[in-house]
């Protein structure tokens, strides 16, 4: 098993269970206890895990709820939402992740004629106010802390979709260059819109690097692209984008 699968194939069971033993692990990923622990030393490094006492867990961070976030890095988010739709051309199909900073690009693409996939309800009445974009709104479970629709249902719809470019935020990114959430089935969702999209940029202003969460959904080498307002990237997450030809802008 490639140690990209193995990580989260064990940040899986870690969110299914709470905690595992190293014999757990290395029970679950068919490997030796020695790998276990390198794995784990490596996800700790990032701040994905912690050890306790016989075994280790997730770090288990929460987002701040929707409103309580929108208030937060506002001239920076708004920044970085006007470089974002700058990227969108006219007829496009653009598919907008939940979260603040995204959002700012909804209110930046309202009166454009372009269509928008969301599962994000505060999106949807930016766009819909103005009326001009095709929104098509993504349905699942209800998240009232978040004001958005999760679970399956959402990614299920998106394997069925295909998208010009999409925007995604984030909880954190680590140093490494692993993007970072706390919420598995957000995480999933991150990965959906990946697959649906031709071009995928990340939002992320200052205070995401590194941030918080315990679950990754992919590496920036996935992405087209990253727009943050932060001068001080740490010099592995800059060469990783380099080699990968994943272009960062500043704004």
């Known amino acids: 098993m490639l140690k990209t699968v193995r990580h989260e194939t ?7 269970q709470g ?10 990923l068919n490997t030796s206890s020695a790998t276990a622990r390198r794995d784990l030393a490596e996800l700790e490094r990032q701040s994905l ?3 306790t006492w016989g075994g280790v867990r997730l770090v288990t961070d929460v987002d701040d709820p929707f409103q309580e976030a929108l208030m937060s890095q506002g001239a920076a988010k708004r920044r970085i939402g006007a470089a974002a739709a700058d990227l969108v051309p006219d007829g496009a199909t653009v598919i907008l992740d939940i979260g603040t900073t995204v959002h700012h690009v909804a209110r930046e693409l309202a009166d454009r004629d372009i ?5 994000s309800l505060p999106t949807f009445e930016v766009l819909r106010t103005v009326g001009r974009a095709n929104i098509i709104l993504l349905g699942g479970s209800w998240s009232e802390k978040y004001q958005c629709f999760t679970g399956s249902t959402v990614t299920d719809v998106l394997e069925h979709q295909q998208a010009d470019i999409a925007f995604l935020g984030c909880s954190g990114l680590s140093d490494s260059g692993r993007i970072r959430d706390t919420s598995y089935p957000q995480s999933s969702i991150k990965r959906a819109i990946l697959a649906a999209s031709s071009h995928t940029w990340l939002l992320a202003d200052a205070k995401k690097f590194p941030g918080k969460g315990g679950i990754s959904p992919f590496e920036v080498d996935r992405l087209d692209g990253i727009i943050t307002d932060s001068t001080d990237l740490a010099t592995p997450l800059i060469e990783k984008c380099r080699n ?8």
Do not use: C, F, G, K
């Open 244 to 251: 990968h030809d994943t272009e960062i802008r500043i704004v």
């Open 115 to 119: 269509t928008v996939l969301t599962a």
């Open 49 to 51: 895990v912690e050890r």
């Open 19 to 28: 905690s595992a033993s190293v014999n757990e692990i290395a029970e679950h």
């Open 10 to 16: 064990l940040l899986q069971l870690l969110h299914a």
